[in-house]
């Protein structure tokens, strides 16, 4: 951001936030971040780390500037992946504290060797903003036979127990108010193979209070996991404040914003995401959502920019018609620069992303690539007519689908599956889902190849299924990978989904089904361990 602007922006922010225009009694404004992150190769560790704080303290700039309460930073933002050693990071860690000891590392010297804590403390007071970030905790292992609760994760009866080096680093999202005051540190339960990186041995979900409601932390991989849910079942929690580094595979309820929107949805709580923008790795979406609405505000485009979405969100997290939200969608360039997008985001996205299909190997940062999860277990049936009804069953599971189009001159399959995912041949997933997508046969192989964009428009679709979980994530994604309108979808909560086009349809609002579906997380198939211990 060009500094007389930058000068401007705090000015005037800091005499809205004297005059009382932040949280009010029905809203706090919030502010997530996509970084496209600085990675020179060529750079040592800490000059990366250096020049993404840079950008973090930009972000912050326009969420001062625009009366944000709260911001929250990607997974790991400040550490680039790096081809030439995809673990650089861990020697980077920092000792965090506890947030019951209220440590304020911007105004304590003791912290002056810790210069991300510092940085980090440091932006959160100099823009009076409730800051959200992660970097890695180191922590000595301790040898004692009196463990307390505080240091339960590094604290072992016996020294053999300890790492070979005696050390263990754990991904750690940190929350600082608006004081700089370190107030809560949460370690990721679930790291999604990360070299280097230590798994806490008891996972505990970390709450944290604001003069504007409560939240819970959770880091990427978490929001697979039951113990996520089981977190945010209180009565009295706002929101999540949800970083991380996604990776995009398909079937396309495990991309990043469908998968953001229906948590929220299925959970009843408000969601503030921020992820890395890497569209090469699969690695892009953001968004800010809450239960009935879906998203508020969202970005979903492979462009190579960083961007901060801010809005207005609602403590009760429901929301009349007649609100506004004051919505604000900013890219913001490598100088700084913060340019306001006005209108909908636009789409870069080509017909298909697979990297099965396409191969790795890519140029470009914008050529987009996803991954995939194992979809042979699904029963798949063709649509074949304009209209029709499917039903099928899979495992004792069993779903309908009915639908009408105005064509069918693209391939579309109808995707059942009550079998468990076996996910990178280490976790179980238990799974209940029935999807309608656009897909082609690959080697003979039904609906393997998942295309992200489509010409056929379908009036209406329902898809109904015999759940026996409760937890039901409702998806549903059009061409070019939006999401679709919530005004056309809807979701009964228990078995049901439908859609129904809009009855004034224009080719300009992109309103394509692409994707639709319903999947459901049978928690007690779910199996944290490898397949060869469980088998």
Not at 191 to 197: K, N
Not at 203 to 225: E, L, M, P, Q, R
Not at 343 to 359: A, M, W, Y
């Amino acid at each position: 951001m060009a500094s007389g602007f930058k000068l401007l922006c705090l000015a005037v922010a800091l005499h809205m936030s004297s005059i009382g225009l932040c949280a009010d009694e029905k809203y706090y404004r919030a502010a997530v971040h996509e970084i496209r992150q600085y990675n020179d190769e060529s750079s040592s560790g800490s000059e990366l780390i250096s020049k993404n704080m840079e950008l973090y303290n930009q972000a912050a700039d326009i969420a001062s500037f625009e009366n944000c309460d709260i911001l929250v930073y990607a997974e790991k933002g400040l550490f680039p992946s790096k081809k030439s050693n995809s673990s650089w990071f861990i020697y980077y860690a920092e000792d965090v504290p506890s947030g019951n000891e209220r440590a304020n590392p911007c105004d304590e010297e003791e912290y002056s060797d810790r210069p991300i804590l510092k940085n980090l403390s440091c932006i959160a007071q100099e823009h009076s903003l409730t800051v959200v970030a992660t970097l890695i905790d180191i922590k000595k292992c301790i040898v004692s036979e009196d463990c307390e609760r505080t240091t339960i994760n590094y604290c072992v009866s016996n020294a053999d127990e300890c790492p070979e080096d005696g050390i263990y680093r754990f991904n750690t999202q940190v929350v600082f108010n608006n004081r700089g005051t370190l107030i809560a540190r949460y370690y990721k339960a679930h790291p999604f193979f990360e070299e280097g990186i230590t798994t806490p041995k008891y996972a505990a979900n970390v709450y944290y209070k604001t003069n504007y409601g409560i939240f819970v932390s959770y880091i990427g991989f978490d929001f697979f996991f039951y113990d996520s849910v089981k977190g945010v079942e209180k009565p009295w929690i706002n929101a999540v404040t949800y970083a991380n580094w996604w990776f995009d595979h398909t079937p396309f309820n495990y991309f990043s914003v469908s998968n953001q929107q229906a948590w929220s949805m299925d959970n009843g709580v408000a969601v503030l995401s921020s992820d890395v923008h890497e569209p090469n790795l699969g690695s892009l979406g953001s968004g800010i959502y809450i239960p009935g609405k879906g998203a508020l505000i969202y970005s979903y485009n492979p462009d190579g920019k960083s961007k901060l979405l801010i809005s207005n969100v609602p403590k009760s997290n429901s929301l009349s018609d007649n609100e506004s939200l004051n919505t604000k969608f900013y890219y913001i360039d490598e100088d700084g620069t913060g340019t306001e997008l006005n209108g909908e985001e636009p789409r870069n996205f080509k017909s298909q992303c697979s990297i099965d299909v396409l191969g790795e190997e890519t140029s470009s940062f914008t050529d987009y690539r996803c991954h995939k999860t194992e979809v042979h277990q699904y029963t798949f049936t063709k649509l074949n007519d304009t209209s029709g009804q499917i039903d099928t069953c899979s495992n004792g599971f069993c779903c309908s689908l009915s639908y009408a189009a105005e064509s069918m001159n693209e391939t579309f399959y109808f995707g059942v599956s009550g079998h468990r995912l076996k996910f990178y041949d280490t976790y179980w997933f238990g799974v209940q889902a029935c999807f309608l997508a656009r897909c082609e046969d690959v080697d003979g192989k039904q609906c393997r190849n998942f295309l992200l964009t489509s010409d056929t428009i379908f009036d209406d679709v329902e898809i109904k299924g015999s759940f026996e979980t409760k937890h039901i994530y409702p998806h549903a994604m059009d061409t070019e990978l939006r999401l679709t309108d919530r005004n056309e979808w809807k979701f009964d909560g228990v078995s049901s989904m439908s859609y129904e086009s809009a009855k004034i349809f224009s080719w300009e609002t992109h309103e394509i089904l692409v994707f639709m579906g319903l999947y459901g997380r049978v928690s007690e198939q779910t199996d944290l361990k490898t397949i060869s211990k469980m088998d």
